[in-house]
């Protein structure tokens, strides 16, 4: 068992839309947190497969979409200096800062390197000892884990050229700001997978008792996305909001309690700015002071950034699940993924961009 | 559809705002919508004539009693130079080889020209000249003519080559990529992304170890072993960068039809399908220097498919969708699971995503 | 956020005394840190994020999960049957 084609056979998918079919009697909006949901759900064309009483709405779960563009602008100055080696995610290399973004300061002579793995970017510190090797710190819960290993890792080697640039969100704060919104249409959640299988689920209760609202547990196939809606369905039908797992050969309600332990080891909570939507108060992770020289913030001072985002995107109505991307009066006219103006539309996971690539041919068709 | 000065050849763009930068970027050269839109923005106004205007990957140039000739020309700058399955010199061949066999002509000669970096070690530079007469060989097209330059280190990655080639395609073909018809099959002839997996893996930046080889191949016997069968093929043409989805698209748009793909027909090796779960990456945007798309009357499919299928190169060759009127200019993708989905043309780079 | 996929560790070792493993995905293989997963061994699937394995995946979970999946085939079958038979009173 590869543990991937089976929960993308297309018979079970028959079967589970048949049941979510039958048991769906009322109109329900729906919302998936996290950008690798969106995205599957797009490319597997699940949302065209629904019936029609369920909306889905897409979050603001893509870290490289809500990474406050002061930070972005941060990355562009530092891996324009001539002894950086700026290592990051691809898809961050796309995302445009007030001026530019990192492929263009690559073009212009700065050393960007991508990276699979925080832990590769450290190799590269231990391999050019004369350099300053910055990485670019982005995720959800999901990718601290690996963030705060790559520090203790550069620690234990004793290294002293290697830190990071922090833009670490949390889910929780990201769900009380969508709900607790006076605009709020949101009556269902599927929680995203990967970030629970770091953090558990047992934050969640408190959220589903406050807002009476289910949340379910969801993986990323096909049958696991179908299967989190299909619970949520049944929730929502019965009336009955709590909080379940629906990816529980990956999840457990207390989560993986060494990786929560090196998290709380290297971050501490902080305020963060997301972008699109604006600051949400101790929704973040920084390093921990004892690791402050690790921290590039600190090691490289970063001045006089002027920010400025376009005053036409509506990205925060659109990952708060408010909007839909054809709404937005910019939308493929204005801005492209050619000429994004604003955060949904710049990272390929982010909601825009996904509707502009997989499904602007039905918007064309329905909205001429 | 947006009100930028930039001519966009369709409606898909790239989300890499070209008019913001005034230097080249890698993206420009990935073959995808960046590309395109920096060779119709640049190039082709200023060379502009009809043979180039006709957007095919061979140019005919003159006509003569019996057929006509075409040329074709191309540059090859790979890294690592030495891969799993090939080299930057077999590379070369084979490109301009089927370049030229996309026409439906027999190549009757290619020419080559180096641009070799100062400190290239001349065992390296004796190897790919084997390797390129080995595929010469193979593919029994002579190389004619070529050059030789030297650049000062630091000027060009090891070694860079150019080739060029001429072939003859005679009377009765008519093969183009304006010219697919609504009911026609849409055939691959074996399986995607070999030679971008292979490629990436070797060069080493995200630690990966796998068994995958390049499909690099010259094709023209192969090519020939259908027009032997039916000369009543509308498309062919090689999806290199940008991967299937990204040639389709351009099909699509020269012939003003509809492409339908079903995902489930379409065939990928298991490790190429793990590499781009790993990744992010999707099979059919990844490249390909051995494989050819063939678009014939739906007639033709199953004596065409049985012909690809013994012949050295077609052994996985399968139907993988059809032509419709509707909606012209775009590829559709049935997904294995029933949806269906726009198949988009390839915007900047393929990049590695976390998310 | 979270693109992680499942792959069997065929191979185990320590780097700088962080535990680590060699992964097989299905043909492509990379070493992964295993320090949050202390207790998997050879053989064990883990679900990898950037290079770090974050859970050991259960077998059993997902045999479940599918069986349960196939049942609503089963269910769907008998709904059928049984609306034939009521149609025929």
Known sequence: MRYLEEFRDAELVQNILSKINRTVKHPWVIMEICGGQTHSIMQHGIDQLLPAEIELVHGPGCPVCVTSLELVDKALSIASRPNVIFCSFGDMLRVPGSQGDLFSVKAAGGHVRIVYSPLDAVKIAQQNPDKEVVFFAIGFETTAPANAMSVLYAQSLGLRNYSILVSHVTVPPAMHAILGSSTNRVQGFLAAGHVCSVMGYHQYHSISQKYNIPIVVTGFEPLDLLNGILMTVELLEAGTPKVQNAYSRVVSEAGNIPAQAMIKRVFQDCDRNWRGIGFIPQSGWELRPEYSRFDAEKRFEVENIQTRESEICISGQILQGIKKPYQCPAFGKMCTPQNPLGATMVSSEGTCAAYYRYARLEMEEHHE | ?355 | ?89
């Open chain 3, 1 to 89: 956020m979270c693109l992680a996929v499942p792959g069997k560790i065929i191979e185990l070792f320590t780097t700088t005394s962080m535990k680590m493993g060699k992964v097989d995905f299905g043909g492509v293989m990379r070493e992964v840190c295993l320090e949050a997963v202390p207790e998997s061994k050879v053989g064990d699937y883990v679900i990898v994020h950037a290079g770090f394995a974050l859970n050991i995946l259960s077998e059993k979970e997902a045999q479940d999960t599918l069986a349960a999946f196939r049942e609503l085939e089963e269910a769907e079958f008998n709904l059928d049957n049984n609306e034939d038979f009521t149609t025929l009173d």
């Open chain 2, 1 to 355: 559809m947006n009100d930028s000065p930039l001519p966009i050849i369709q409606g898909p763009v790239c989300p890499l705002p070209i008019k913001t930068y005034d230097r080249i970027v890698i993206g420009h050269g990935s073959g995808g919508q960046m590309t395109r839109d920096l060779i119709c923005q640049y190039f082709l106004p200023n060379f502009s004539n009809p043979s180039l205007s006709e957007g095919n990957d061979f140019a005919n140039i003159e006509s003569r009693p019996g057929g006509r000739i075409v040329v074709s020309t191309d540059a090859h700058i790979v890294s690592p130079i030495f891969f799993p399955g090939g080299d930057i010199g077999r590379l070369a061949v084979s490109g301009t080889v089927n370049d030229l066999s996309m026409s439906g002509g027999i190549p009757l000669g290619l020419t080559a020209s180096f641009i070799l970096e100062e400190g290239f070690a001349i065992s390296s530079l004796e190897k790919i000249i084997r390797s390129m007469a080995d595929t010469a060989l193979e593919a029994g097209v002579p190389i004619v003519a070529g050059d030789t330059k030297v650049v000062e280190k630091g000027k060009a990655d090891g070694i860079f080559i150019s080739t060029s080639g001429v072939a003859w395609v005679p009377d009765g073909l008519q093969i183009g990529g304006a010219c697919a018809q609504p009911g026609d099959a849409v055939l691959i002839s074996g399986t995607l992304g070999d030679h971008g997996i292979a490629v990436l893996s070797a060069r080493g930046e995200l630690g990966l170890e796998t068994e995958i080889k390049s499909d690099v191949a010259p094709l023209n016997h192969l090519i020939q072993s259908i027009i032997q069968q039916t000369k009543d093929i509308h498309v062919l043409r090689d999806p290199t960068r940008g991967g299937l989805a990204t040639t389709l698209n351009e099909i699509a748009e020269q012939s003003q039809v509809g492409i339908i793909l079903q995902e489930k027909g379409i065939p990928v090796h298991p490790i190429v399908h793990s590499t781009c779960d790993m990744l992010g990456f999707d099979p059919l945007y990844v490249a390909n220097e051995g494989k050819v798309i063939i678009i014939v009357p739906s007639d033709n499919t199953d004596a065409v498919l049985k012909t690809l299928r013994s012949q050295k190169y077609g052994e996985n060759a399968a139907v993988i969708g059809h032509v419709e009127e509707q909606p012209s200019g775009r590829v559709l993708l049935k997904t294995g699971i029933g949806g269906t989905r726009l198949l988009d043309v390839m915007s900047g780079e393929m990049l590695p995503r976390i998310c």
